[in-house]
Structures are given as structure tokens and as C-alpha cells.
């Protein structure tokens, strides 16, 4: 090689080099903030009445929201395996809530199954740098560790949920302590606030590449606790847990706007795709549920819309356009094949998702829907959508039929009147059924007699009225 050629190739390297370092930087940054047990209809973009949400709202206002978005299972842990693999994770056997200690199952296997790869997995090998603040909650054996399955940062702990506030850590339950990867985890303050910090601190120290950030906040999950300051915005609402959750709420408001706030600040903003949405709808029992799933009949745990469709929006100023609405059904499982796609990744026909990219449906290529046909199965029920048809089925009645176009509270029930239709939607979620791997564990007992109860209740179909003005 002589002098002039050795210049040539190592301008030639240097222009490559470069150039794919610039495309690297335009790759979007993936940030998915997962709000806990919240109900349909406790967000101000959902309609709430009661709950402000101005930074939540934002987030909507300035992308688009999904009128039809859904999780895959109406509990926390099957709803977060399918949205972190984007495979329904009945298909892999992660049908119930992982529980350690039911003796006739291996904890080994109480968890995301190792050969599942996450969104993170995918992310990492396309080059970005992966944190998981908050709530995990997909197996606690070590091979099941976050750091384990693609996340190079992880704050936060294994199980379903923590104590908001500073408690002497017992190693049990809500208790435990904070586990960090990357520093000695500080002190709790209020755990929003404190997930919030781990947040902006993650968006500031990797402002100079592309990553993605799973924000899991816990709220509005149970314990219901908040701040005094946080309760006195609420102070005119009578009942002390619904005045709890509110406050726990706008807690959580104020975090995603720190969270946007940093990213604007870092000049990222417009080249982040921001989706926020719930794990499973808002639980209700007793006789004064303090969230509310309105205009959805349902609740966390069973399978009618108030457990799986969800406040659901994304925000990408750079390649959507804001004030939109996707009135189609789309699903969490949709978030890894549409990361992995824009992350200039492929998925093969060896591996399977259920999930799809919605990137040419939102961009209007492709006018079809995302989703002709969705599955749930949890526990006792389980259920088949096929357009706007939603059929139901439980151990202790004949299945139920509903037309969602006209039924959004699923009060009519037609199957009386569509005999043909029950029989083929039946046979469909049936096959589906017979032909799922066996549940890896399941969750104890009292449940199943639970979900049957949530299904007779009555539930609030409307939001209050007239809190704004008793301010
Ligand atoms: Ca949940």
C-alpha cells in the first residue's frame, strides 16, 4: 500500500466511522413510563373529572392516544411479560402473577422463561444502553434478574410492589430493600419522587446515546399512602382512600413531568418516543373503590374492558404528529416489535411475536388493523376479540357476547341473539387454549373465587361530578 492510498482509507474509515456514529445518534430514544393499577378513567386525557393530570395530559396532547390501547393480562406480572417480549405470555405458560412459595412449583421457573428474550435484549444488541427504575416483578431467582435479561441498569426490586415511604428494610414483602447496579441506592423519600430522580438522572447520563428507560412506578398501586402535601390538593374529596389515590396520582404527574422536563432541558425531546400507559386497569372492591375505570365496566383481574384497556399514549414530536387519536385496537404487545423496528432491527419468522410494528398503521400506509383478533386467558376466564366483537368466557355461566362498537360498558349481552358467531369466536379461543403450554405456576386459590365475584359486581360507569368547582 503506498502513502496516498494508506490517506484515502483512513479518511474513507474516519467518513464511515463517522457517519454511522451520526446514525446511532438519530436512532430514537425508547422510554416506556408504566403506571401501576391505574384506572381507565383516573387520567385527565381519559376523561377524569377529578384527577389532574397536566403533565400526563401533555404527553397526550402532544402525540397520540390509542382510544383502544390494551394490556395483555388485567394483573401486573402476566401484563408486564407480554409487553417486555411482545409475545402474549400465555403462549409461554407466564399466565399468573409469580408466587414463591406454593410448594408443588421450582422457583427456578417462577419467572420470565430464560429462552424468552425481553425488549431490552433486542435493544442491547441494536446498541442501547438499557435502565429499569422501579418494579420488575417477573421472577426473583438470579437468572431471572433484570441485569440478566438486557437491562445494563437496574433500580428498584424484584417483587409487586414497595411501601412508598421510609420503612426499616426486612428483606419481606413491601420491605425490601432498594437493589442499584450502578451506586449505593439512597434512602427512600416518597418512592415516586425517588423514581422520578433515578429517571432524569438515567436521561442525563446518557444523553450522548441512544437508550431506552422502563420507568416502573408503582403508584397508584397499593399500599395507598401519600404526602400531606399531596393530600391537601384533595382535601375536598370525602372518602380517605379515593383522596389517598388522587394524591398518589398527581404524584405521579409531577414525576413525568420532571422526566419530560429533562429530556427538553437535554435537548432529546423530539427524538424520543414516550409511550405511557397502565399495566392492568384500577382494582376495585369493597363498597367505596378508590379507583375508578369509567366509562369500562371491570376491574383489574377479570377480563372485561376495565381490566385491560388502559390510558394509553405515545409521544414521538419528531415522526408524530401531535393532537392524534389511533381508534383501532393496539396492545402493549405491540411496544417491542415497534421499538425494534425503529431501533433498525428485524424480527424473523423463527421468532414470533404476537405483538406487531404499529408504524405503518399509524402512518397510514397500511389502513388495516393492527389486531383483527386478540386473546386473553387469566385464571378463570378468558376472552376473544374479533372486531368490535368481545366474547367471554367463565366457569359458571355460558359465555358472554358483547358488541363494543355500541357496548362500550359491555351491559348487553348478545349472545343470545348471535348463537353462530358465540360458536366460532368459542372454537377459536379454544383452539387457542388446547394448544398453550402448560401455566408455569399458578396463584393461590382465593383469587379464582375473587375474579368470579368481580364479574357480578356493579361498578361507577361515570365519572363525579362537580369536583373541580368544590375546590
Ligand atoms: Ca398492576
Redesign the pocket.
Known sequence: MNGKTFVILIVTLFVATNSQAQDEKRKPNFIIILA??LGYGDVGFTGSTQIETPHIDALAEQGIVFTQGYVSAP??GP?RAGLITGRNQVNFGFDNNPIVDLPQFDENYVGLPVQEKTMADRLADLGYVNGLIGKWHLGEAEHFHPTKRGFHEFWGYLGGGHDYFPAEPDGKAYHREIICNYKEPQAITYITDDKGDECVEFVRRHKDEAFFLYACFNAP?TPLQATDEDLELYAHVPEIKRRTYCAMVHRLDVNVGRIVDELKAQKLYENTLIVFL???GGPVSGNTPWTLNAPLRGS?GILLEGGIRVPFTMTWPKEIKAGSTYDKPVSSLDLTPTFVALAGGTISHADPMDGVNLFPFLKEKNPGSPHPEMLWRFTISASIREGDWKLVRLPDRLPMLYNLRDDIAEQNNVADQHREKVEAMLKVLGDWDVSCPQVLYLEGNRWRRNQVDLYNRKYQLVQPEGHYQEK
Open positions: 401501576d393499577d394483573v401486573c401484563s398501586h397502565s399495566d392492568n383489574k
